[in-house]
């Protein structure tokens, strides 16, 4: 073939019509789409690379990152296949799904401890309560609360400069709820980003930041930054795998999730990616340090889908505190 279209032999038009014609086009192979919650993003990003490895590139998976609320906009609207969330399905996200024909199931795919940080140059920091945490997030906390003294009056006159999820982050609404009583209730003057390496940033470049994202990205860079033991009414506990599974971290851990589309199911390519996922999630999801679920929790994923167990157990509300085992005993609802 090289020598016919070589410089010295210029093919005629009816030739490379007639090569057109005989040379299969190759097709490109489909494509699995996923966005939403960073948090949850290295998890679905360590199934992929591993699932396009096993199906030696036959499958692309394609995985974004605009927060879980970002995730929901897009995967209601029909435009990817599944949603990375770090909190429940909301209700008004159930409405506009319903709209759109939309149905899907709930799978929990790991713990996440949401991580308090500080600069490791903070000397005084190593524990806080939720009331402190309260006093400087709640939404009159803006233009009152400047100085760390002016949460505690043993802490240091310096300036604080907080660093947190962004609007459309489920972390943001899981934290908001769990520390200031509301979900979304937040002062507004703080770096926010949905893109938790922006905040990682932030807080090691900043001696009087505080800031809070998932736990992975902590252990991440955690030479880079210093976790906050937090007290929840029964004294400092720090966030450790450990503590998320013996449930003494409290009010900060969390189940989080993907939703798979009813109707991307119907395709190989997204039931083959969903099974390898749940298969291979409680070796990934250790690997990329958060905690996994038990063993049972990945099986009845897959059963739910089997019995076409459809919706969510939530009901559209988020709440803290529940354990996975108390999730796995309810029904899901559309």
């Not at 990616?273 to 690997?287: G, I, S, T």
């Not at 803290?320 to 999730?327: F, P, Y």
């Amino acid at each position: 073939m090289n020598r016919l279209l070589s410089k010295t032999a210029v093919p005629s038009v009816t030739f490379l019509t007639a090569l057109c014609l005989t040379t299969p086009l190759l097709a490109a192979p489909p494509v699995v789409k996923v966005d939403g919650s960073s948090t949850v993003f290295p998890i679905t990003e360590a199934v992929a690379e591993e699932f396009q490895k096993a199906r030696k590139g036959a499958v692309n998976v394609t995985v974004g990152i605009s927060g879980t609320g970002g995730g929901f906009k897009k995967f209601c609207r029909g435009e990817t296949d599944l949603a990375n969330a770090s909190r429940p399905i909301s209700k008004k996200e159930m409405e506009e799904c319903a709209k759109t024909g939309v149905r899907y199931y709930e799978m929990p795919i790991a713990y996440d401890a949401l991580t308090v940080m500080v600069n490791p140059q903070n000397a005084f920091i190593k524990s806080m309560t939720v009331a402190e945490l309260k006093k400087i997030w709640e939404p009159a906390a803006q233009g009152k609360i400047n100085s760390w003294k002016d949460v505690n009056p043993a802490w240091p006159d310096q300036k604080i400069k907080l660093y947190g999820a962004g609007s459309d982050s489920g972390t943001f609404d899981y934290f908001t709820e769990a520390i200031v009583g509301k979900a979304k209730s937040s002062r507004g003057d703080f770096t926010a980003s949905e893109d938790d390496n922006v905040l990682v940033q932030g807080i090691s470049g900043d001696k009087g930041a505080l800031g809070y994202f998932g736990f992975a990205y902590y252990i991440e860079n955690q030479k880079k930054l210093k976790a906050v033991a937090i007290d929840g009414g029964k004294g400092p506990v720090a966030p450790t795998p450990e503590n998320v599974d013996n449930g003494t971290y409290q009010p900060l851990s969390r189940p989080i999730f993907i939703y798979v589309s009813e109707k991307s199911l119907d395709k190989p390519e997204i039931r083959d990616f969903v099974d390898f996922y749940m298969k291979n999630a409680p070796q990934l999801v250790k690997e990329v340090k958060y905690i996994p679920l038990p063993a049972k929790a990945y099986a009845g994923n897959l059963e739910h889908i089997a019995k076409k167990k459809l919706g969510t157990v939530f009901g559209g509300q988020n709440e803290v505190g529940l354990t996975i085992e108390q999730l796995m005993k309810r029904e899901a609802q559309l």
